[in-house]
């Protein structure tokens, strides 16, 4: 990203933040609030369907180093090359995409300057709701969708509602999703780490070890654990790092979630939601936040 880019990312950033900073909170801020976050929820979460390939990927590269090291057969010894974390990438990918469009025009609805309508509405709802034919689903999770389509093919129907329900199929999605991830990712480094520990001694240049050593210890033997430890250490903050992503968004879908269905109450409880929806926006933006704050 070249820096004239840059600029206009962090300014439009600042922008979008100083309007749900700056507006007195009613429910209807409140709630252009909450779709803003949510869409920005969705975007991290497609975010994640992306990059979870590469560590597809990173995966079976450690598995065959490891095999070419060894000499042993990769699929036999490690059973990484048939790891596959999302089958269906191409489907969920659209279908998370039209996910997020459905919070975007709730956003506008939201919005006094755009004329927008139910029909609209229903329209993104519906795109949302037919681009999970072709998943997988449990039956109840299939159920769900179609009661979703029927309910805002009607002329009226709650808004409020509807996207909580859609939130909520989608949410059981991820999910799902997320909690292989994070068995593959923890599987797939406790046998990457095992099959170092196998790599023989021979296979090392100590030359070679010296320059990627910097700890103050010698001799082949010792270089070589090091480095071993050193690698272990480099791809386990590269998993960790990936599986806390995952449970932030897998949080903050439960928060969503919370405020959704306050919105669905004759009374909601918009203290607690602005409390809430606060915090989203500090997990989501948080260098905009801080610049914010910072200028007070």
Avoid: H
């Avoid at 060894?70 to 990438?89: A, E, H, K, M, R």
């Avoid at 389509?149 to 859609?166: G, I």
């Avoid at 405020?259 to 809430?276: D, L, V």
Wanted: glycine share 2%.
């Amino acid at each position: 990203m070249n820096k004239k880019n840059l600029t206009i990312g962090i300014f439009i950033s600042f922008i979008f933040i100083i309007g749900l900073n700056s507006c007195s909170k009613t429910e209807k801020n409140l709630k252009r609030d909450t779709y803003i976050v949510g869409a920005e929820i969705v975007n991290n979460m497609i975010k994640s369907y992306q990059q979870i390939e590469d560590e597809n990927f990173i995966s079976k590269y450690q598995n065959e180093l490891i095999s070419i090291l060894t000499s042993q057969d990769s699929i036999s010894i490690y059973n990484f090359s048939n790891i596959v974390f999302t089958p269906d990438l191409k489907q969920k990918l659209t279908a998370f995409r039209a996910f997020k469009k459905v919070y975007n025009t709730y956003n506008l609805l939201s919005d006094k300057n755009f004329n927008l309508q139910n029909t609209d509405l229903s329209n993104f709802v519906t795109i949302a709701c037919n681009s999970l034919d072709s998943l997988e689903l449990t039956e109840e999770t299939s159920k769900k969708v179609e009661e979703i389509r029927n309910y805002v093919s009607a002329s009226k129907f709650s808004k409020e509602l509807v996207v909580y329900e859609l939130t909520f199929v989608y949410q059981q999605i991820w999910l799902e999703d997320s909690e292989n991830w994070v068995e593959i990712l923890n599987n797939s480094y406790e046998k990457y780490s095992a099959g170092l520990e196998s790599v023989p001694m021979d296979v090392f240049d100590q030359d070679k070890l010296e320059k990627f050593v910097y700890e103050p210890y010698q001799g082949k033997e010792m270089l070589v654990k090091i480095y071993k430890l050193n690698l272990k250490d480099e791809a386990y903050k590269q998993i960790t790092k990936s599986i806390e992503q995952i449970n932030f968004l897998t949080d903050a879908l439960d928060e969503l979630n919370f405020i959704n269905i306050e919105f669905t109450k004759q009374m909601p409880a918009n203290q607690e939601i602005e409390y809430k929806v606060d915090n989203l926006k500090e997990m989501l933006f948080p260098e905009t936040v801080k610049i914010l704050q910072n200028s007070k």
